[in-house]
């Protein structure tokens, strides 16, 4: 993978090449972004860079310092001195695109097979090269699913670890380097701490990546030897544009799912499935049937609801989450303010009309709440019904309640 095959993030892309450029790199990284951002791919990219032959030749060729004779060590190179991305023609570019490289390992949450298996990251090295062709920008949740884990707990183990130091105790076999890019090292328990020693002392020319999105969850053993790379964000624009060029969405669709799907883009890909979907009429008939039109109807939306698939409600609750977010807007920048289709606008006028800053504030957690059961596989009956009588008490705490 290229660096501008990953959406965005020009800053973070000319800091790692600047890295490699100026023999800056820390032998323990970690790649800290939330979810959707593209932190796997910056990883495999910049792996890919480290080991690129003509990358290589430039880092080689560049002085350590004075030289024997007396001249003047040249200047440091700039950043525009050597090439910011790899080649991908060599034979070490052309290997790392099909995630083959002899000196490149990864690891990764995986579950056994069948009961007593111990599992290795390589054992699912196929589906792993297929995923990340299919979905590089996809989260746990979808790896495990798509090994078939269904309900099963993903995990890093002890065994996998003891892999990982017999791997890197090897020489390389090509470029010169050994790197492992770990992924989700939130998955490693209490046995991560078997590769302290080896991430502290590593061998020459040996690179760790982690690619992480919850650095509170990571084992402070582990994350204080390592050096922060903090991926931000994708801007709307970032992935509004690659939905355009990607996806073929429409501009104006795009620029929508954009403002939703806030810097995450497996979101605004999961948003662009399911661009055709009213949420909007959806959620009418769901504050009306909570404000106006009684039990009966909470009920029939319920049961309407809890027909849609898993990520159809998740979408639907963010675009709830959405509109209450701009309604907050609205009410603190002005309506000239806030760029919104007209649609959106007056519709998140009107929740302002129906709930105050506080109780929108509470409706959001609640609403965050339910996203997280979702993905849990909690009863969406019970979960809505629930979700119905907590939004009921929340807004009814405003004085005057008007229908949507």
Known sequence: MLFKNVIGQA??????????????????LLFLGKEGCGALPLAIAFAQYVVCEKVNRKAAAAPAGASLFGEEPPAPAQSGAGPLDSCGECPSCVKMQQLMHPDIHFSYPVIPRKSGDKPLSSDYISEWREFIAKYPYGNSYDWLQFIGAENKQGNITAYECNDIIRKLSLKSFESGFKILVMWMPEYLGNEGNKLLKLIEEPPPNTLFVLVAENESLILQTILSRTQLVKIPALTHQDISNALITRGNVAEGTAGQISLIAEGNYREALQLMQHADEDWQSLLREWLNAILKNGPIAQVKWIEEVSKLGREKQKQFLRYFTHL??????????????VHLPEKEKDFAGRLNKIAAFNQQQAIIEELDKA?????????????????TIKLYHIIAAKEVITVI
Not at 329 to 335: E, I, V, Y
């Open 324 to 337: 209450l977010e701009q309604a907050i807007r609205l009410n603190a920048m002005g309506p000239e303010n």
């Open 371 to 387: 996203s997280y059961y979702i993905e849990r596989n909690a009863n969406p009956k019970m979960l809505f019904h629930a979700l």
């Open 11 to 28: 800053d973070v892309k000319l800091h790692l090449a600047n890295m490699v450029q100026h023999n800056r790199i820390s032998h323990a």
